[in-house]
C-alpha cells in the first residue's frame, strides 16, 4: 500500500500513443488530457509505461462541475490500473502549476473514504469526512 504517490504529466498530454517519459510514469499516478483517443486506450498506453493509477482531466480548461462517464470503446481490450475523471479546471491548473514551477511530478496524496457515507449524499469536499 503507498501513502503517497507521484502525480506525473503524460507526454503526449494526450497519450494517444508511446508515452516519451515512461522511466518517470513508472509507479507514478499518469495525468492525462481528455482527447484523441478513447479513454481505455489512455489507460492502457500509461499501464504499458507502468503507471499505477491514470487521472484523466478534461479538455475544457473552464469545465469546473461536468463530469464525464468513461467507458470502454467498444473493444475487447481491458485496463488493470485504476482510472478516475478530473474536471478541466482542476486538471488544467495542475498541469500548469507543474510546468510553472519547472516540476516533473507532484507528491499527492489521495484520501479514502471510509465513513460508508456516500459521497453524492454530502455536499462536503471528500477529504472533509475523513
Known amino acids: 500500500m503507498m501513502d503517497s504517490v507521484q502525480l506525473v504529466p503524460a507526454d503526449p498530454e494526450d497519450a494517444c500513443g508511446e508515452l516519451y517519459n515512461a522511466p518517470i510514469i513508472l509507479n507514478s499516478v499518469a495525468l492525462i488530457k481528455r482527447g484523441h483517443c478513447s479513454f481505455l486506450s489512455k489507460v492502457i498506453v500509461a499501464e504499458r509505461a507502468g503507471a499505477v493509477a491514470v487521472v484523466i482531466y478534461d479538455h475544457d480548461e473552464k469545465n ?41 511530478g507532484a507528491v499527492i496524496n489521495i484520501p479514502v473514504n471510509i465513513t460508508g457515507k456516500a459521497l453524492g449524499l454530502v455536499n462536503v469536499p471528500p477529504w472533509s469526512l475523513f
Open 64 to 104: 469546473d462541475w461536468s463530469f464525464i462517464d468513461m467507458i470502454g470503446d467498444g473493444s475487447e481490450r481491458e485496463a488493470s490500473i485504476p482510472a478516475v475523471f478530473l474536471l478541466g479546471r482542476d486538471g488544467n491548473n495542475i498541469q500548469r502549476s507543474l510546468h510553472y514551477h519547472h516540476l516533473l
